[in-house]
């Protein structure tokens, strides 16, 4: 059973930053593609960011310009950085790995990490 391990949620005032990061087993990072996901309470989870093998990122409208997804290989981690955070932005983040995140079939989920954003 494949475990990605998530930390760094937190609480945080609105303007504040916090770092989300992922790991998983080496043998199967470097060759999938990661994203991060959110579901705030009475919605559907959504994608935030994604990025590829290759590096390349895609990131949701309502967090553009705000957010920022990377990748270590190295380390086996995957990043979340936000920035300028918003009440709105309070969530349950989730990390993903799979072939392609936004298909639901297959592929991995973290534990989940709660972030607050207070007003």
């Known amino acids: 059973q494949v475990q990605l391990v998530e930390s760094g949620g937190g609480l945080v005032q609105a303007g504040g930053s916090l770092r989300l990061s992922c790991s998983a087993p080496g043998t199967i990072f470097s060759i999938n593609e990661l994203g991060w996901f959110r579901q705030s309470l009475g919605k559907g989870r959504e994608l935030v960011a994604s990025?590829?093998?290759?590096?390349?990122?895609n990131y949701a409208d309502s967090v553009k310009g705000r957010v920022t997804i990377s990748r270590d290989n190295d380390k086996n981690t995957v990043y979340l950085q936000m920035n300028s955070l918003k009440p709105e932005d309070t969530a349950i983040y989730y990390c993903?790995?799979?072939?392609?995140?936004?298909?639901?079939?297959?592929?991995?989920w973290g534990q989940g990490s709660q972030v607050t954003v207070s007003s």
């Open positions: 993903r790995l799979a072939t392609t995140v936004t298909s639901l079939k297959g592929g991995y």
């Open positions: 990025i590829s093998v290759g590096a390349n990122t």
